[in-house]
């Protein structure tokens, strides 16, 4: 009996600890609903299985788009390909990414989604890790960046275009297959392309911080190369569609202005050269910064984005430093309070939604700028959580950090009520599927997805070659025969529709810098992040 009461009293003592565990676990939950203005956030290095499930499908997309020979090809209907460009050069130009569902690789925009691969491994990378996705987003920043270095053989030489954009756009056939002339399209001191040439110094600076603890040889190469590349775009200025004027048809730049000011903050980070910072903060941040203006942020405007960038350096500068007194810097952080007022649906400078939540600025490719300021809002939330910032005023009204990752989270929670309701969906769950049309906008992602996306590989049966006149997948209504994973699509209208047809480019294409984009964004949601002072 006595050691059975012994037992008993254990079995007592056992269940009064759980119980205690229990109710500190739901005190802690509790805690942080309220610390966080009523919404649940995961705990710091858990991953929330909903977004990282979404991250590791849009990371599929780059092993989509990838060119060259392929290495440990997990694609079962994409093989080796384009493994002669360059040639004509005596370059290697094979590897690289298909820009959308064409076969071509444009400089500008495959640069762009170097940089914000590469910023979205800096600021995320521990999530990426925990959610097992770390390696993947780094091997398709390799395969960027190996690409980038080649096409850089000297200082002032960048290939900047592998293909010719008219002839690709009038076949209708697998990469694998493809058999038309791939000519090089290069800047030079006489022809020049400040965008292009800045923003290819962008992506290897930021990306040189990536490998810097990894590989330093690979690091010191590429941030050689994004100095170099630097000097060339702000020396000989201007802007590749310019020099280039029937290349305005497919990526038109408005400003090559705006990439030295990008590649300048990249580079401050990357080298803590305070010429650098006085570069992107002195005349050139007033004559190009447009300051005080807030705009959206997209593969042809980087202000946004560097308004962003730099904040980080005000948040986490010390008191009283040179840094924390710069009046150029003060401006970058101000423009970047007002960019994040126009995203806060409550704020009196709230920019326009659809009906179901979506930020809306652009027909074609609509999904662009809504996911892009969902990355913008997530970063810097997370600047004014690390930083301890406690709010943001817009318009005299305070908001919190909180307050920005429910913009590129999730719904919107009555506090009041404490209850999700299924109006204002916000910019993340929208993509997945809490939209009208209840369609995932990734694909692979979901049960319900577009099923025919407007990508030559996606859409031709893997053992059919049909040369340059394979139209009639393209218009055959039936869904692709592959799924082109990952692939993050144009997007809804402004009346939150969407038709699913091949053809329906301006909604159904999907392009590899959108992919970087999500990527961005899921990485940033997988959980709370608190980011590290300094990116080097």
């Excluded at 059975?4 to 759980?18: A, E, F, M, Q, S």
């Excluded at 592998?162 to 076949?171: F, L, N, R």
């Excluded at 007002?338 to 939540?357: H, K």
């Excluded at 506090?415 to 929208?430: G, P, V």
Aim: proline share 4%.
């Amino acid at each position: 009996m006595a050691r059975c009461c012994g037992c008993t009293v254990r079995c007592c003592c056992w269940l009064l600890l759980l119980t205690l565990v229990a109710l500190a676990v739901t005190a802690t939950v509790v805690f942080i609903r309220y610390r966080n203005g009523g919404q649940v956030f995961p705990l710091p290095g858990v991953p929330d299985p909903k977004y990282a499930e979404a991250l590791a499908v849009a990371l599929q997309f780059f092993q989509v788009q990838k060119s060259g020979k392929l290495v440990n090809n997990e694609i079962p209907w994409r093989g080796d390909s384009a493994l002669d460009d360059g040639k004509e050069a005596k370059l290697d130009l094979s590897k690289g990414m298909y820009d959308a569902g064409d076969h071509m690789k444009f400089g500008f925009t495959l640069a762009f989604t170097g940089t914000m691969l590469s910023w979205s491994v800096l600021e995320y990378g521990d999530a990426m890790g925990a959610a097992k996705q770390r390696d993947a987003a780094m091997d398709a920043l390799g395969w960027i960046m190996d690409f980038l270095i080649n096409a850089h053989p000297s200082d002032d030489v960048l290939y900047i275009q592998v293909g010719d954009p008219k002839a690709d756009h009038k076949c209708w056939e697998r990469p694998e297959t493809m058999s038309e002339k791939r000519p090089l399209t290069k800047i030079t001191t006489k022809s020049p392309g400040s965008d292009v040439a800045g923003e290819t110094a962008a992506a290897m600076a930021a990306a040189s911080l990536v490998y810097k603890p990894i590989n330093g040889t690979y690091s010191s190469s590429l941030l050689d190369h994004a100095e170099r590349l630097f000097a060339f775009a702000d020396k000989h200025r201007g802007s590749y569609t310019r020099t280039f004027p029937e290349l305005s048809a497919y990526y038109n730049s408005t400003t090559y202005q705006d990439e030295l000011l990008w590649a300048a903050s990249w580079l401050y980070h990357a080298t803590g050269n305070h010429s650098y910072l006085s570069y992107a903060t002195g005349k050139n941040g007033k004559e190009y910064g447009d300051l005080g203006n807030p705009r959206y942020f997209s593969w042809d405007d980087k202000r946004a984005g560097t308004e962003v960038l730099l904040s980080r350096v005000s948040f986490f500068a010390s008191d009283g430093s040179d840094v924390a007194q710069d009046e150029g810097l003060g401006s970058y952080k101000d423009t970047a309070e007002a960019v994040m007022c126009i995203l806060l649906p409550e704020s009196d400078t709230a920019a326009f939604r659809t009906e179901g939540g979506l930020l809306y600025v652009a027909e074609w490719n609509s999904l662009q700028h809504p996911v892009a300021s969902a990355f913008l809002a997530a970063v810097y939330s997370d600047y004014m959580s690390a930083s301890r910032k406690t709010e943001l005023t817009c318009s005299g009204k305070s908001f919190k950090a909180a307050d920005l990752r429910k913009f590129a989270k999730s719904q919107k929670l009555l506090r009041e009520m404490d209850i999700f309701r299924d109006e204002n969906l916000e910019q993340a769950d929208y993509v997945l599927g809490d939209n009208p049309m209840k369609l995932s906008y990734l694909v692979g992602y979901g049960d319900s997805y577009p099923q025919r996306v407007h990508h030559r590989g996606a859409s031709i049966p893997a053992d059919v070659d049909t040369g340059c006149n394979g139209q009639e997948w393209l218009k055959t209504p039936k869904p692709n025969p592959n799924v082109a994973t990952g692939a993050l699509v144009g997007g809804p209208f402004k009346n939150d529709s969407f038709i699913d047809d091949r053809e329906n480019v301006r909604q159904n294409e999907a392009t590899t810098y959108n992919s970087a984009l999500i990527v961005g964004l899921l990485s940033g949601l997988v959980s709370t992040s608190s980011v590290a002072q300094s990116l080097s």
